[in-house]
């Protein structure tokens, strides 16, 4: 018996089209692609890839078993549907804040978010933490920040302001591309003290 795995991997890119109208067509030329008797089991990143997996899974995925990593938006729902299983993707953000603050002797936060379903559910997160007693003074949200106005954007806060990155930078506009997560943190780091 082989111990050898065969991974395909496939990609969504929900981020740069979160309204999915791919969605279907996507799954269409998988299913072309991988006939289900040639798959073990489908393995689906983030929220957008397991709601449309789920979503037209009798069309296209009925006789294999999901599994998802860093699903953000937990319904209980997902808890008991069959033949799934996976790891959500939880951070204590109250404890990341609270550290950010103390170490840095500070009363404010900067968040540098963005305007995808990631983002939003961010912003929820965000209240939360307004709940809490050592929530900071001020939470400065600042979405969708330009790459290439890093420097701009932030040159009226305090340099010793804690900054936290839940979002990604755009390229060029508001509007523009997400950056990766890493160009997003070496840009910071090149346009931050």
């Known amino acids: ?9 496939e990609f969504l890119d929900a981020k740069r089209s979160p309204n999915l109208l791919h969605g279907e067509v996507f799954l269409q030329q998988l299913s072309l692609k991988y006939p289900e008797s040639s798959l073990d089991l489908v393995m689906v990143s983030d929220d957008p890839g397991l709601r449309l997996a789920l979503k037209h899974r009798a069309d296209y995925l009925s006789t294999l078993p999901i599994v998802y990593l860093g699903i953000n938006n937990v319904a209980p729902a997902l808890l008991s549907t069959p033949d799934t299983t996976g790891v959500f993707e939880i ?103």
């Open 1 to 9: 018996q082989s111990n050898e795995i065969d991974i395909y991997h």
């Open 91 to 193: 951070h204590n953000l109250v404890d990341t804040v609270l550290g950010a603050l103390e170490q840095t002797n500070t009363k404010d936060i900067i968040v540098i978010n963005d305007s995808t379903e990631t983002g939003q559910a961010n912003l929820e997160n965000l209240h939360a933490l307004q709940a809490h007693p050592k929530a900071p003074q001020n939470i400065i949200v600042l979405n969708n920040v330009v790459d290439k106005l890093v420097a701009q954007t932030l040159a009226g806060y305090p340099p010793n302001c804690p900054i936290l990155l839940l979002g990604q930078l755009r390229r060029e506009s508001p509007n523009g591309s997400l950056l990766s997560f890493q160009d997003t943190a070496e840009t910071l780091r090149a346009n931050v003290s």
